[in-house]
Structures are given as structure tokens and as C-alpha cells.
């Protein structure tokens, strides 16, 4: 599985728990703190996130981060392929992320 193709499983996830949650984009906006041009993008697949947004994404849809990666109605105990390169891919991002703050205080 590639970037661009966790890019748009990310967008299309994000999606469906916004509407799932009757949130509008605006809505979901104003409540992540985010501009509502930023959730569009991020749900056509156009733009890429920074942490931050993420994070505050995943706070006002409280929901967990991995819930955005997933195939919906699949779950990371789930033995299919995509399933484990999605695992790979998110534990390659999470361990580069850590090193590089840990270089920080290095």
C-alpha cells in the first residue's frame, strides 16, 4: 500500500465517521479548530495532515487515530493482506516519528 493510496483510505474514512456522526464538514471544522477548506482537501485526498491537525481531528470526532487508517469495517486484528501492510506502514511512521523527536534531545 502506498501513500497516496493510505491518502485516500484516510479521506474516505474520515468521510464516513464525519457523516456517520451527522457532523458537518463545517461543523467538524469549527470543532477540530481547523479551516473547513482543510477538511474538504483532507477528505478528496488533495492535502496531507500534519500531526497537530490529526490530532485535533481525532479529538473532535473522538474517535482513535487508527479508526482513520483502517478499511472501514475491517479491524488491525483482521489477517488480510492489506491489513498487515496498513500495520507496517503505520508502525514504520510511528517509529520514525519517535526517533525523530528522541534526536531532538539528543
Not at 479551516?35 to 495532515?49: A, H, M, N, P, Y
Not at 472501514?72 to 519517535?98: C, D, F
Request: net charge neutral.
Amino acid at each position: 500500500m502506498n501513500s497516496s493510496e493510505i491518502q485516500n483510505r484516510f479521506g474516505e474514512n474520515l468521510r464516513f465517521i464525519r457523516k456517520h456522526k451527522k457532523i458537518t464538514q463545517f461543523q467538524l471544522a469549527e470543532l477540530a479548530n481547523v479551516s473547513e477548506d482543510t477538511i474538504k482537501s483532507l477528505e478528496q485526498g488533495r492535502t496531507w495532515f500534519s500531526e497537530k491537525v490529526l490530532s485535533q481531528i481525532t479529538e473532535a470526532l473522538n474517535i482513535d487515530v487508527v479508526q482513520l487508517f483502517i478499511p472501514i469495517g475491517e479491524s488491525l486484528s483482521s489477517r488480510n493482506e492489506n491489513s498487515k501492510q496498513l500495520k507496517i506502514a503505520i508502525g514504520e511512521s510511528v517509529r520514525n516519528y519517535v526517533d525523530s523527536i528522541l534526536n531532538e534531545y539528543n
